[in-house]
């Protein structure tokens, strides 16, 4: 396409007219993706064992958050009640 000239690129446009409808056509008639393929993703089979794994990771892991703070929270009021502060790690050495 002569871009350089106005009058060749005119020229150009009136004689390719047709042939440049007809693609325009051809693709806003069904030769593009259908609306539904481009606003759903696509299942793809192999990252759904993937997510199932991961959850019941996330779901353990959430588990073991809660035993802790009810093990924290527990040894927490025992040493309360004592009126002694728990120690954070059992020592070995009691005497020094």
Known sequence: MPYKEPERKRQWEREHRE?????RRKSLSGGGPAPSDILAPKS???NEGKSDKVFIVQLAMGFAFVLFLLFAG????????AGEPAP???S????Q
Not at 19 to 23: K, S, V
Not at 92 to 95: D, I, L, R, V
């Open 92 to 95: 070995s050495e009691q005497g």
């Open 44 to 46: 793809n089979t192999a």
């Open 88 to 90: 954070l790690f059992a």
């Open 19 to 23: 042939e440049r409808n007809a693609r």
């Open 74 to 81: 527990w040894r927490f009021l025992r040493s309360r009640k």
